[in-house]
Nanobody, 121 residues
Framework: EVQLVESGGGLVQAGGSLRLFCAAS????????IGWFRQAPGKERERVSCISNDGRRYYEDSVKGRFTISSDNAENMLYLQMNSLRPEDTAVYYC???????????????WGQGTQVTVSS
């Protein structure tokens, strides 16, 4: 069974840090890209970051220099280290399996259930 389960969300003050976890099962990271998305209240879901099977990393502009995506392919674990958090980072964060494309990370075919991140002022 293909499954993605996020954890690590919570409440943190602005300027603080959180580390998100995504445990994957039923597939190999060698065959797919894997990424993080988020959806803030009243906004559409947006791409945050992804990592391709060859280790290339991509970041949305607003998180560059603050967030770091990483993976442990042997353990089928995906991580998102979030530093210097801002209130506008408040959202439900989802991990997702993505198809591999020449440019890096393609379309999503499997979503996790999401984990809430709330950043207070």
């Amino acid at each position: 069974e293909v499954q993605l389960v996020e954890s690590g969300g919570g409440l943190v003050q602005a300027g603080g840090s959180l580390r998100l976890f995504c445990a994957a099962s039923g597939f190999s990271f060698n065959d797919y890209a894997i990424g993080w998305f988020r959806q803030a209240p009243g906004k559409e879901r947006e791409r945050v970051s992804c990592i391709s099977n060859d280790g290339r990393r991509y970041y949305e502009d607003s998180v560059k220099g603050r967030f770091t995506i990483s993976s442990d392919n042997a353990e089928n674990m995906l991580y998102l280290q979030m530093n210097s958090l801002r209130p506008e980072d408040t959202a439900v964060y989802y991990c997702a399996r993505q198809k591999l494309v020449t440019g890096g990370c393609g379309g999503v075919d499997i979503w996790g259930q999401g984990t809430q991140v709330t950043v207070s002022s």
